[in-house]
């Protein structure tokens, strides 16, 4: 005997919830995404190579001022040397202070400091 | 005996007179002013640098030296008497922000602007490529502080 009422329908539907975007909407979107992302990368890149421009040439506008500060303090000190040297050999018949050990006029940086 | 020597010689010289005032100032306020020496001082500087080509020797160029340190503490106050408060506020953000340009762009623009006005000089980065904004002066730049 059926319930009062009859049975209820027999359910044969599929029950598939909607799951997300399909696999085309997911690489497109990540397509999207990647190519902004490449897009700010390339430019970035540009920028980075024209802020290292900019701070290259700030260097170089500084160097003839810095230079010339180093060049004053090293006569400074060369005069020093020579005359230190000069004192110390004083009873040296012949001594040249400050003469170069080379036999040529080329400049070298003193590699020993005397004061 | 050397080391009373050694100190007389060398008070002798390094407290001469000096025919030239020393700038004094740090790599902030340099780097900051560093265009615009490089735009004020220019002749200058190219003197002193073909002289120094020339010969190493620091003997060789101290007169065209002591033209590009006067040039520069010229530059200098003519810099703190008109741009002060820009000048300030700009090498005061460079030191904060590890001496990068590009972290303080806009005190820089406040400075770039009010040296033109007054000095009429502008800051101009060599070789940037033709028909492209300088760097200094992009508006929407990739690389900026992460604190506005």
């Known amino acids: ?115 | 005996m050397s080391s009373t020597v050694q100190s007389q010689f060398v008070d002798a010289q390094t407290t001469a007179p000096p025919k030239v005032e020393e700038i004094g100032a740090t790599s902030g306020p340099l780097k900051s002013a560093a265009f615009f020496i490089g735009a004020y001082c220019k002749e200058y500087n190219e003197d002193f640098m073909l002289c120094k080509a020339e010969n190493r020797d620091p003997a060789h160029c101290l007169k065209e030296g002591r033209r590009v340190t006067r040039c520069t503490a010229d530059l200098l106050t003519k810099m703190r008497e008109n741009c002060a408060k820009q000048f300030e506020t700009h090498w005061n953000c460079l030191e904060r922000n590890n001496q990068e340009y590009y972290m303080c762009r806009k005190p820089e623009r406040a400075l770039n602007s009010c040296m033109f006005e007054k000095l009429g000089l502008l800051k101009t980065i060599p070789g940037t490529p033709e028909g492209q904004k300088p760097i200094h002066e992009v508006e929407n730049p990739v690389y900026t502080g992460v604190q506005k």
């Open chain 1, 1 to 115: 005997m059926p319930p009062p009422g009859g049975f209820e329908s027999v359910k044969y539907k599929r029950n598939l919830p909607f799951r997300g975007p399909g696999a085309f909407a997911i690489l497109g979107g990540v397509t999207l995404v990647s190519a902004y992302g490449f897009y700010r990368l390339g430019k970035g890149n540009l920028e980075k190579r024209e802020l290292e421009r900019e701070k290259v040439w700030s260097r170089i506008h500084l160097v003839p001022l810095l230079l010339a500060e180093g060049d004053r303090a090293a006569y400074a000190r060369h005069q020093a040397d020579i005359a230190l040297e000069k004192a110390i050999m004083k009873d040296v018949a012949g001594w040249e202070a400050g003469k170069s050990v080379y036999n040529n006029s080329k400049y070298e940086s003193p590699r020993i400091n005397i004061s």
